[in-house]
């Protein structure tokens, strides 16, 4: 199938872009040094690509990603590198999937005790290392571990995500180091074999983790490209222009903030400027000597924030160049 | 089931004000007079609601939404306030609904030949009144109602969205005035039964047009309320605290991006300040003197904006107080 032939607002994939994109993060990464973070592309059929790779340990935000991996196949090594105290469903999970070894992240005595109530037998001590969400205090981290070990279950190590400093622009690895500073401050208390952290945006910064949890790598988008990651674009929304205003100067492509994440910004156009999202609109008015497209013509607009475009669609759709190669639906999406 | 036994994050609609928004709505538009936009809660199950008070045609953004319509027996007079080239997936939706009656909206003579050769039977002219999206300018509506005959087609009227007034705070009642001025200028010279337009924000000063083309008062968002509408926040996200920074003040609730469209800023929570969002967290601080809740407990998000926010769930639990009284799943989103 041709690219034109899709129904539009469509995810794309240029699958070249995203192999080359892999192919660089193996390099400083490989194999399970890697865990990827299947929040930023919630597709079994993804996680399984990056399986094939060697990266065959993932980690999650929800029990639905979770369920979805071990359900796909890929249980070997599964980690909600998030906090819950939903008991039902991490029962249901692990009742579900019992041969699936399930981590969870724990920061306090209350994800403890519904941890060890579901019967999760692991655990990561979730340490916050200066980003204002989850995660212990490092100097807490110790005395929970501790708590954890009473109740039976084992402490596999540490996580800290230093979410606050993926796209920092000054100085990037001193801060890390800094943040990583009390990951090992906590890991020293807590042991285990486990420090896990890190991102897309701190992929080559970040020295002291001995997994790192990212994502968004993958697919990418324009935040992530702008502070200078290393990755390209394989992302695009595929559109089709339904409205031009010649007179005005702008034109109307037929996806918007449903089908596109705008907390990091507004999508761009090439040769254009994005003016404005609604809800199924796109509004841009391209430079100065470069025509407006016709109605009927197809554009690509560039995701600000991949994780929260990719949740809003059912399929991303792959491509070489202009043909479409295969569709990976996206199963991990919801609660 | 009570409504703290929901998993979280969850999409809950308080009934009472459900209905006070729609009977409210209903003393000034009664009726058909009143054609609600299901884009704003894209859920069969509300639209049947409305159906049975009377608010039996309807208006959509998508194909999908409009299948999902006559699927569900609600067929009887859809409207595609929306631009559209698709053929292939008009054809498909007339060949699947050949009992309801589907009318679209054209502003160009790409969109008039697209309807022409799919079947579809009736159109409305889109015109531009103001604000810039889709729509044609009021001048070549005259013309495009003859193109439209020429291909044996009907132009039922005109349709024209001042969505730049619905939160006007200045005059906005002159502005709409001039708005409609536009568009009953079109349609002297178009012709045809249909003035169809105006949207929850401009529900009490629009006087101009005879069909009012609303969806979001059924649930409302805080950037109606704020703008206000009269109508009442029904729409809020349920979420579990999953961790808790005493030390440094804050709070952090289970849904984040992925559950709440921030095009129209942060959610808010009673008493308390949202600080962040990130994709599947909110974090807040209470106001002073207000404890933080504790890890488990739940708390109550208010939407910013509706339609991105609904569109990212597949259900809306409807609640009497705090008892879960109905689910309504929401069947239209996607393309």
Request: hydrophobic content about 40%; aromatic content about 4%.
């Amino acid at each position: 199938m041709h690219i034109d032939e899709l129904p539009t607002p469509a995810l794309v994939v240029d699958r070249d872009v995203l192999e080359a994109n892999i192919a660089l993060m193996g390099q400083r990464w490989p194999g399970r040094s890697l865990r990827p973070h299947v929040k930023a592309f919630k597709s079994v059929s993804m996680a399984r690509r990056l399986a094939e790779l060697g990266h065959d340990s993932f980690c999650a935000a929800t029990i639905k990603e979770l369920a979805g991996l071990a359900a796909g196949g890929l249980g070997g090594d599964l980690l909600l590198a998030n906090e819950t105290v939903d008991l039902q469903r991490l029962k249901t999970l692990l009742t579900e999937h019992q041969d699936a070894r399930i981590t969870v992240a724990v920061d306090s005595p209350e994800t403890v005790s519904v941890a060890a109530q579901a019967g999760i037998k692991e655990v990561l001590i979730d340490v916050n290392v200066g980003m204002p969400r989850c995660g212990c205090a490092p100097e807490d981290a110790g005395p929970l571990g501790d708590l954890v070990r009473s109740t039976g279950m084992t402490v596999r190590g540490v996580m800290g995500y230093e979410g606050h400093l993926m796209t920092e622009s000054t100085d990037q690895g001193e801060k890390v180091e800094e943040a990583m500073g009390l990951l090992l401050k906590a890991h020293d208390a807590v042991g285990g074999e486990v420090i896990s952290g890190g991102g897309t945006g701190t992929w080559r910064t970040n020295q002291w983790v001995n997994e790192l949890q990212a994502g968004s790598f993958t697919l990418m988008d324009t935040d992530y490209e702008a502070s200078g990651t290393g990755f390209s674009k394989a992302l695009s929304l595929r559109c089709t222009i339904i409205s031009v205003n010649r007179k005005g100067g702008w034109a109307v492509a037929d996806g918007g903030t449903k089908a596109l994440g705008l907390d990091h910004g507004l999508p761009s156009i090439d040769d254009g400027e994005v003016l404005y999202c609604s809800d199924e609109h796109t509004i841009f008015a391209m430079k100065d000597a470069v025509a407006l497209p016709k109605v009927g013509e197809r554009i690509s607009l560039w995701p600000s924030h991949v994780d929260p475009t990719v949740s809003q669609h059912d399929n991303l759709w792959l491509c070489d160049g202009n043909e479409v190669v295969d569709r990976w639906a996206v199963d991990l999406r919801g609660w």
